[in-house]
């Protein structure tokens, strides 16, 4: 648990690339359908945020933080009840690689069978991400 009382996991995974690399390639939206099936198929660019219209939870809008030098990848994802999600996700130095660290939080509502899918679903995307960097 963390000060605030919720549960949350942190999911990571090593990437055989640097953090420029990874950061470039995961902090780029447009990319997302390629690697993170748990926001869609599709993303397009609406404003400041971008939108999935066909993610398994349904139409979700997905606001990013700003690039950084940090390896910062934060999003929040409004769901389709209004309810906003915040991702905490960095990208960090692993020896001559990176370590990408998602931390999944557990809404209040989510049974632990809802919370473990999410973390399997978030280890998914991770595994994809990496596959993608380290064939590229």
């Keep these: 648990m963390n ?3 919720k549960e949350s996991r942190h ?3 090593h990437i055989d ?3 420029d690399d990874v950061y470039a ?3 780029d939206p447009a990319n997302l359908p390629a690697w993170a099936h748990g926001l869609g198929e599709a993303v397009e660019k609406a404003d400041d945020h971008w939108v999935a219209e ?6 979700v809008v997905i606001t990013f933080a700003p690039r950084n030098e940090l390896g910062v990848l934060d999003h929040d994802v409004t769901l389709p009840s209004g309810e906003t999600v ?3 996700v960095r990208v960090i130095a692993d020896d001559a690689g990176s370590e990408v660290v998602f931390t999944l939080r557990r809404r209040p509502e989510m049974s632990d069978a809802d919370f473990e899918r999410d973390a399997g679903m978030v280890a998914a995307d991770l595994r994809r991400l990496k596959k993608l960097m380290e064939s590229a």
């Design 86 to 88: 915040h991702n905490p």
């Design 11 to 13: 999911l990571g995974i």
């Design 3 to 5: 000060s605030t009382g």
């Design 17 to 19: 690339r640097t953090v």
């Design 25 to 27: 390639y995961a902090s």
């Design 54 to 59: 066909s993610s398994p939870m349904g139409r």
